[in-house]
């Protein structure tokens, strides 16, 4: 389950959903790849094929690769302003999207 910060819930607004994107890293192998963490339309993840929703209490996805090393994890999600910009982060480990390659989350 996905749970976000007070400061997350307040910076997401109503029209966005967060995505955990699945960037190949690799080009021997193609399930290799890293995780990363962005904003979208709300719609736009609604309504593609490519991501599924996470449970949660916001709205998140994840992209078809990411989302079995992500449904049954806990995972928290917090946003940081930096010169006046949103940036949300979560608490995975930096790596993780290579772990969860290699069978080791």
Same mark, same amino acid.
């Given at each position: 389950?996905?749970?976000?910060? *007070?400061?997350? %819930?307040?910076?997401? %607004?109503? *029209?966005?959903?967060?995505? @955990? *994107?699945?960037? =190949?890293?690799?080009? $021997? $192998? ?7 963490? =962005? %904003?979208?339309?709300?719609? %736009?993840?609604?309504?593609? /094929? ?13 992209? =078809?690769?990411?989302? /079995?090393?992500?449904?049954?994890? *806990?995972?928290?999600?917090? $946003?940081? =302003? ?5 940036? @949300?982060?979560?608490?995975? /480990?930096?790596? @993780? ?9």
């Amino acid at each position: 389950m996905v749970h976000a910060t *007070d400061a997350a %819930r307040e910076a997401l %607004r109503e *029209d966005e959903a967060l995505v @955990f *994107d699945w960037h =190949r890293v690799a080009i $021997c $192998c193609a399930v290799a790849g890293e995780v990363s963490l =962005r %904003r979208d339309s709300g719609k %736009r993840l609604a309504a593609s /094929p490519s991501v599924r929703r996470l449970e949660g209490d916001v709205p998140i996805y994840a992209n =078809r690769m990411a989302y /079995p090393h992500l449904a049954n994890r *806990d995972v928290t999600i917090d $946003c940081r =302003r930096m010169v006046g910009r949103r940036r @949300f982060v979560s608490d995975l /480990p930096t790596d @993780f999207g290579l772990r969860a390659s290699l069978g080791r989350v």
